[in-house]
């Protein structure tokens, strides 16, 4: 799990792990009562939530729930001994669903000088009600589609479109590696089109500069960019990155 370290503030819960404090942005209200007072990481079969109680800005209790709402365990915080004691579950009336954290986590684009930060995603390119998908702009104007494919955290897809409507949609294919798997063309009505002998462009090159607040995302030659309905191209070579 992954827990923002950055100092308390408005909305910060203080969660202590082993004698270490770390805060992570509430970004779920699990009570209901319109504020949001639970840090929730979500798992392949529900989510872990952290959760302050009393609104000290400590989390006091811990809770592992599947996606129909149903607590399998929680575990209590005390703060004189710092330690946390499991205890019997305590159920949400009615379940409380899958919650739909918002979308402050940055996304990661694997690249050979390791991850750089792409910015939260926010758009749901599958339509399964979680943002998958970040927009960003390359230096060139082009608009870049970030997605994370198994939810993760990294990309796995990028597709980028050109000014002029090219798409170029590339996979990744291995630690830092990047392939382009399908190139095409949006037409005057918007829709996307596959190259019919569409062929990927060896060693292109890709760059990306240290973002500041809103990383600067990638730019390419035949760079890459979301998500678009298609058959794929033949993989071309893996694209050398720098």
């Known amino acids: 799990m992954y827990i923002e370290e950055t100092g308390a503030g408005d909305g910060d819960i203080k969660v202590t792990i082993d004698g270490e404090e770390y805060t992570a942005e509430?970004?779920?209200?699990?009570?209901?009562?319109?504020?949001?007072?639970?840090?929730?990481?979500?798992?392949?079969?529900?989510f872990v939530a952290y959760i302050d109680e009393d609104a000290d800005g400590q989390a006091d209790l811990v809770q592992t729930i599947t996606r129909d709402g149903q607590v399998l365990d929680q575990t209590r915080f005390h703060e004189d001994s710092g330690e946390w004691t499991p205890e019997a579950p305590q159920q949400h009336p009615g379940g409380t669903g899958e919650p739909r954290p918002d979308d402050a986590e940055q996304m990661v684009i694997d690249t050979p000088q390791g991850d750089v930060q792409v910015g939260p995603a926010t758009e749901d390119s599958n339509s399964d009600g979680v943002a998958d998908t970040?927009?960003?702009?390359?230096?060139?104007?082009?608009?870049?589609?970030?997605?994370?494919?198994?939810?993760?955290?990294?990309?796995?897809?990028?597709?980028?479109?050109?000014?002029?409507?090219?798409?170029?949609?590339?996979?990744?294919?291995?630690d830092g590696q990047w392939t382009v798997v399908e190139q095409g063309q949006i037409g005057d009505g918007g829709q996307y089109a596959p190259n019919q002998a569409a062929s990927a462009t060896d060693d292109a090159t890709w760059t990306f500069d240290e973002p500041e607040l809103q990383p600067t995302s990638p730019v390419a030659e035949a760079g890459p960019a979301g998500r678009c309905v298609g058959e794929p191209a033949t993989s071309a070579d893996d694209d050398s990155w720098v």
């Open 134 to 174: 970040a927009v960003v702009q390359s230096e060139n104007g082009n608009t870049v589609l970030v997605t994370d494919v198994d939810g993760d955290g990294s990309a796995d897809q990028v597709v980028e479109i050109n000014q002029t409507g090219g798409v170029t949609i590339s996979h990744h294919t291995g």
């Open 26 to 46: 509430a970004n779920y209200d699990l009570d209901g009562d319109g504020l949001d007072e639970t840090v929730a990481v979500m798992t392949d079969e529900g």
